[in-house]
């Protein structure tokens, strides 16, 4: 079975700080993506990687960068939080040519 | 631009009544078409997927899926629900082909489904 992990359940930071949310996952997937997830938006793209060191961005990367050093972990970061991105934030990973993506457990992120 | 519809935001049912999720989505050509879903505080787990072929889709749980091109949509089916039904459920479109954008997939905003005893 598949499996991604996220580094955390749920997050409470502060406005300002940095923060870094972690996912990894461990069938060797090429393509890994973040999304955020409101009441009443769905799921919405932030960026995702199609490969090691690359990225590209999704629907609403502003404020948000990644970083992917190895191929199985993906690295969301805020570079300085933000009330507005208290979400939740799933994590998802798929193999190339294959468009199923697996995803993590969330990380419930609360911004003070 | 691909997108997805989900017209319903919360839907209602009885134990063991049957229940269909209706799904439209807009794409320039053959879609990949997914239905996942989440209970509450999990992530998103796969239920069924339509790549080609046989446009009746059966995935876990007893569900089913129907793909028409005409109506351009992917409504999800289950002829009786069970109380572990409950949960939000999601549809999503993406399409085939190289290059990293191609494996995006666009969701729907979701469907509240809550189950009645």
């Known amino acids: 079975d598949v499996k991604v992990t996220q580094s955390s359940r749920y997050l409470v930071k502060r406005t300002g700080e940095k923060v870094f949310l972690e996912c990894v996952q461990d069938?060797?997937?090429?393509?890994m993506f973040w999304y955020r997830q409101d009441p009443g938006l769905g799921l919405r793209l932030i960026y995702f990687s199609y490969d090691v060191k690359m990225k590209e961005k999704g629907d609403i990367p502003e404020g948000y960068s990644v970083s992917r050093e190895k191929k199985e972990r993906f690295s969301l970061i805020l570079e300085s939080a933000s009330t507005n991105q208290t979400s939740m934030y799933l994590c998802?990973?798929?193999?190339?040519?294959?468009?199923?993506?697996?995803f993590g457990p969330g990380t419930r992120l609360l911004v003070l | 631009a691909q997108s997805v519809t989900q017209p319903d935001i919360h839907i209602t049912v009885s134990e063991g009544a049957s229940l269909e999720l209706r799904c439209n989505y807009s794409y320039g050509a053959t879609p990949y078409l997914f239905w996942y879903v989440q209970s509450p505080g999990q992530g998103l787990q796969l239920l069924l997927k339509?790549?080609?072929?046989?446009?009746l889709v059966q995935g876990i749980k007893g569900f089913e899926a129907e793909f028409k091109r005409s109506q351009s949509s992917f409504n999800l089916r289950k002829p009786s629900v069970h109380w572990s039904d409950a949960a939000e459920y999601f549809c999503a479109v993406g399409g085939s082909g190289s290059g990293g954008s191609n494996y995006k997939l666009t969701f729907g905003k979701g469907t509240l489904l809550t189950v009645n005893p």
């Open positions: 069938m060797d997937h090429e393509n």
């Open positions: 998802a990973s798929s193999i190339s040519g294959q468009e199923t993506q697996y």
């Open positions: 339509y790549f080609s072929g046989d446009t």
